[in-house]
Structures are given as C-alpha cells and as structure tokens.
C-alpha cells in the first residue's frame, strides 16, 4: 500500500509577515494549489490513503476558496480515504461547515481511533490538556498488525512511544521534515515555505510504501511551487551580476543582503528590476539602501 504522510499546510495563512499584501494573496492561493497538486500526484501513482497530521488549516477563519477546494478534492476522489487528524491550529470550522462528512474522510478525536485495511492498522488522536497523561498507556496495538500511528505535537511530550510495536509514526507539528531517532518516526515538515526563517530546508511530501510487517520504504516528493523563497547575500556587484543569478528563478520571493560598506544609490530600485519579488532585506541592506543625506 502505498500513502502520502503531510502535515501542517497552513490553509488561509496569512502570509504577511514577509510578504506584501498582493504577494501574500498569490501565496495563498499557491498553498492552495499545493493541497490539489498532492491530491492529484496521489490519483497518478496510485496511494491510497493521505495522512494530513494536523494544521491542514491555519486559523478557525476558514476562508470559502480553502473549504471549498478540500471538500471538492476529497469528493472528487472517493478512491483515496484523507486521514485528518486536527492539530493546534485547527477548529471545528471546517467540518461544521460541510452539509454532510465525505465517506471517505475520516475522523479522529480524543481518544484513539483506528482504521483497519487488512493487516494494516492506522491509529490516531488528537491531543489535549485531557489526555496527555494516559495517550501513551492507553494505546493499544496488535502485535501481528502493521501498525502506524498519527499524532500531532513535540514527540518528547509524549513519552518512548519508539519503542512501542509501531511500524510508522506519523508527526506533524515540525515544520522542518526530519526522522526522530529511526527513519520509520517521521515528522514530515511543511509541503512549501512559510517565511525566510525556512529558506534553506528542502520542502516536499512524504511518501510512504507499506511491504511485509516491519519493511517500510521512505521517499521524499517535492511539489515545486510557481515561486520559492530564498535569501541571497553578496555585494551589489556580485547579486546584480548575470552570471549571479541568470541559473535562478529571478522570480523568487527574496531576502537580500548587501554586503557593500559604502551607500548605493538607488539600489533598492536597480535590485527589484532584476528581482521584482524581493520583498525583504537584513542589516546590510537596510544600511546600504540609505540614500545619502541632502
């Protein structure tokens, strides 16, 4: 069986504190698109489950374009069940929203639920205030069953849950993707960048194929958005040279920083024709953007 492991998508993020208003909007609408993207890679290869661990959206404000388009994804492809386990920032607004819940998207709640695919077995809850001090001792887990657990928080909260019969634990909450002492306790990270603070890490879905009991094969998809976000640094010789950047998408969303000690004269206007997105600056910047006093 083959399934997507996401997490943390952040529909209807603001996206502002980086970004324009207008560049927010575009974002927006591309983390969206993300959300199809995933769904339709899914229907070309063949997985059959999706696992979102939590934040699918951001606020309780769930905006018409973002509930509207998970609703009509999830319809549209009764083949795939969507395993939705809220997070921290997810509400009720969605679902309460929804005339009737899909077949094909299912639940959890505070206390473990399980679906069951033959041998395999997918557990999941969602965590409170209420329950963090027996979700551990209350997990009950077949031990010929292929098991993979879904969760959404810190795992050092939760206890040694590594050494329980799990075969994938399915994190959300991290944004950096990264595995928790084996490769098979993952936390998946975001599908795309949400600020410069995420500029470096390299984005994508997780892939996860289920063999026999214990062999599970691991592979990272990037769903490469219209634009990234990276930060770039040098002089302004050196950032506004073509050989710099003719191999990169001047496109990008880009934080700037100029490494020059001396004033550039209308730089800020000479940088955004080669890079029109470029919306942040550092220090160096900031400092070397000052235009010289009258």
């Known amino acids: 069986m083959k399934i997507i492991h996401c997490a943390d998508l952040h529909l209807d993020s603001q996206m502002t504190a980086n970004l324009t208003k207008e560049q927010a909007r575009e974002r927006k609408r591309e983390i969206i698109r993300t959300f199809t993207r995933m769904v339709e890679y899914a229907e070309k290869t063949g997985v059959r489950l999706i696992m979102i661990s939590g934040d ?4 309780r404000n769930v905006s018409a374009l973002a509930r509207n388009t998970v609703r009509d994804m999830i319809c549209t492809h009764p083949q795939i069940d969507f395993l939705y386990l809220r997070g921290n920032h997810d509400s009720d607004n969605f679902l309460s929203k929804l005339e009737e819940v899909p077949d094909n998207l299912l639940l959890f709640s505070d206390t473990w639920t399980a679906y069951r695919y033959g041998n395999i077995v997918i557990s999941g809850i969602e ?5 963090r001090a027996t979700v551990y001792n209350s ?3 077949g031990h010929e069953d292929f098991n993979i657990v879904m969760m959404h928080g810190q795992i050092d909260r939760f206890g040694s849950f590594a050494g329980r019969n799990i075969d994938y634990l399915a994190l959300g909450h991290i944004h950096s993707p990264q595995a928790v002492g084996r490769d098979q306790v993952r936390y998946c990270g975001t599908p795309l960048k949400y600020s410069f603070s995420e500029a470096g890490q390299e984005k994508s879905i997780t892939v996860v194929e289920l063999k026999e009991k214990g062999n599970v094969e691991i592979s990272a998809v990037p769903l490469h958005p219209l634009r990234d976000m990276r930060k770039i ?3 302004y010789m050196e950032v506004t040279a073509k050989s710099f950047y003719e191999n990169g998408n ?3 969303y880009l934080h700037v920083t100029l490494t020059d000690e001396e004033d550039i004269l209308d730089g800020l206007q000479k940088l955004r024709v080669i890079y029109p997105n470029m919306t942040t600056a550092g220090p160096g910047k900031i400092r070397s953007l000052r235009q010289p006093r009258q």
Request: net charge negative.
């Open 56 to 59: 699918l959206f951001d606020t």
């Open 127 to 131: 965590l409170s205030e209420n329950n």
């Open 139 to 141: 997990l009950v887990l």
């Open 233 to 235: 640094r040098g002089s």
């Open 250 to 252: 001047c496109e990008d």
